[in-house]
């Protein structure tokens, strides 16, 4: 429930009618009804009778609702005067970290704008990491909340999370590799000749995992370690292998690669420390917490795998 949808449910009563409800608050006629019908659906009840080529009467639950929201309209307005004025009051800074090599900033820019749009006073600070210092960054303090995967913070049961998106992994690897079939779209068996190149740190180690998903699909994989993702992409660059890396890479974009997908999945995560929480901090991780519909997917060109060779580790 918000203002809107109470405006135009006290203004369509006043009046009799949508249209002139909308006429008169400068919106248009479908937006009053939707903004109306909402908040029906909120309340539970139908708030007017509809006829026809007839004035719109109210229910006997719309005129309950009518009586009180017309008795809490100006208190209504002030707390709402009151909010906004105390959200430009906070004011600090958030040194928000973020995956290096991760295109997630156009996918999170709409939260951040909103958050902006709030909190004007309050200055968020962008920065980009491999997995183990961002980590560490957060641990000593130096970040206020990083957007990393979950693999990366195993252990680290003193931080609080938000789960917010799933992200599938993929298999990157040129398209000018000399390994691979020229007539076909290469699939998970065309790689079973080439090196993988697996980013890890101290903290989760991914070798066994990936490696029985592969074996899974009839590949005895040999399986390298580097330290950073820009590492693995160079491999794949040079014609050395394939990366195992996550969807949201800034490699998708790239029309050089394949991007075979796995059906193994990671979980992206917003995390802090709750012991160092600022009231910006915790402004945002409010706001963040309301973020559970799927983020929007980022279109790429993959390479096709078969059913019999797609992974799968059921990870929700």
Same mark, same amino acid.
């Given at each position: 429930?918000?203002?809107?949808?109470?405006?135009?449910?006290?203004?369509?009563?006043?009046?009799?009618?949508?249209?002139?409800?909308?006429?008169?608050?400068?919106?248009?006629?479908?937006?009053?009804?939707?903004?109306?019908?909402?908040?029906?659906?909120?309340?539970?009840?139908?708030?007017?009778?509809?006829?026809?080529?007839?004035?719109?009467?109210?229910?006997?639950?719309?005129?309950?609702?009518?009586?009180?929201?017309?008795?809490?309209?100006?208190?209504?307005?002030?707390?709402?005067?009151?909010?906004?004025?105390?959200?430009?009051?906070?004011?600090?800074?958030?040194?928000?970290?973020?995956?290096?090599?991760?295109?997630?900033?156009?996918?999170?820019?709409?939260?951040?704008?909103?958050?902006?749009?709030?909190?004007?006073?309050?200055?968020?600070?962008?920065?980009?990491?491999?997995?183990?210092?961002?980590?560490?960054?957060?641990?000593?303090?130096?970040?206020?909340?990083?957007?990393?995967?979950?693999?990366?913070?195993?252990?680290?049961?003193?931080?609080?999370?938000?789960?917010?998106?799933?992200?599938?992994?993929?298999?990157?690897?040129?398209?000018?590799?000399?390994?691979?079939?020229?007539?076909?779209?290469?699939?998970?068996?065309?790689?079973?000749?080439?090196?993988?190149?697996?980013?890890?740190?101290?903290?989760?180690?991914?070798?066994?995992?990936?490696?029985?998903?592969?074996?899974?699909?009839?590949?005895?994989?040999?399986?390298?370690?580097?330290? #950073?993702?820009?590492?693995?992409?160079?491999?794949?660059?040079?014609?050395?292998?394939?990366?195992?890396?996550?969807?949201?890479?800034?490699?998708?974009?790239?029309?050089?690669?394949?991007?075979?997908?796995?059906?193994?999945? #990671?979980?992206?995560?917003?995390?802090?420390?709750?012991?160092?929480?600022?009231?910006?901090?915790?402004?945002?991780?409010?706001?963040?917490?309301?973020?559970?519909?799927?983020?929007?997917?980022?279109?790429?060109?993959?390479?096709?795998?078969?059913?019999?060779?797609?992974?799968?580790?059921?990870?929700?």
């Amino acid at each position: 429930m918000n203002s809107s949808q109470i405006t135009c449910f006290l203004e369509a009563a006043r009046q009799r009618s949508f249209s002139k409800a909308a006429e008169n608050l400068y919106l248009s006629q479908p937006g009053v009804s939707k903004l109306i019908a909402a908040l029906e659906k909120e309340l539970g009840h139908p708030l007017f009778f509809r006829t026809p080529h007839r004035p719109v009467e109210l229910t006997p639950a719309g005129r309950l609702y009518y009586e009180f929201f017309s008795k809490t309209e100006h208190e209504f307005h002030q707390i709402g005067e009151k909010a906004q004025i105390m959200s430009r009051q906070l004011s600090g800074k958030i040194r928000l970290g973020f995956l290096s090599g991760w295109n997630v900033i156009s996918i999170l820019q709409p939260y951040l704008d909103e958050y902006k749009m709030h909190y004007p006073q309050v200055d968020i600070q962008l920065f980009f990491c491999d997995p183990s210092p961002l980590r560490d960054e957060l641990l000593h303090a130096s970040l206020d909340a990083i957007v990393t995967l979950d693999d990366s913070l195993q252990n680290c049961s003193s931080l609080k999370k938000i789960a917010f998106g799933k992200i599938q992994r993929m298999l990157f690897i040129s398209r000018n590799h000399p390994s691979l079939p020229r007539d076909h779209v290469p699939t998970i068996q065309d790689l079973k000749n080439i090196t993988f190149y697996i980013v890890a740190d101290a903290s989760f180690d991914s070798r066994t995992f990936v490696s029985n998903h592969l074996e899974a699909c009839g590949i005895t994989p040999n399986i390298q370690i580097v330290p #950073n993702v820009e590492h693995a992409v160079a491999c794949v660059h040079n014609h050395m292998g394939a990366a195992v890396i996550d969807e949201w890479s800034r490699e998708m974009g790239q029309s050089s690669l394949w991007h075979i997908p796995l059906n193994t999945f #990671n979980q992206a995560v917003l995390a802090w420390n709750p012991d160092k929480m600022s009231p910006p901090l915790k402004a945002f991780t409010e706001q963040f917490s309301f973020i559970t519909h799927p983020l929007p997917d980022i279109p790429v060109q993959t390479g096709e795998v078969p059913d019999s060779c797609y992974l799968s580790d059921n990870t929700d």
